[in-house]
């Protein structure tokens, strides 16, 4: 239900903020509750991915990477809200926002 590995390292792409343990793309507005703003080339490993199935909401998956870089290092985030998702419930990964980091797994 997604493209994302565990174990693989990514490189984060856009500034994102980090609320709640999500990361949001920074178009969208300020969170009340925003924990800040992880900056480009912040490092994430993928630990799990997690696939929901609820008759009321449908299929969904979460993808919660550790943070390896930086001031958050240590925390885990669900990069699922700056991912594509398809209607079936799958995670895609958004290029334009995490890259694979060649050669790099943990």
Known sequence: MTDFIVG???SLQKAVWLSHGNLMTLRDKEPHDSQGVMAPGARLAVR???????PEIGTYTDVFAEVLTGQHK???VNVGV???????GYTKRDPEML????????
């Open 74 to 76: 240590g925390k885990t």
């Open 99 to 106: 890259e694979p980091v060649s050669n790099e797994s943990k």
């Open 48 to 54: 799990k991915v997690v696939v929901h199935r609820s």
């Open 82 to 88: 700056i991912s594509k998702i398809s209607k079936t």
């Open 8 to 10: 693989q390292v990514y």
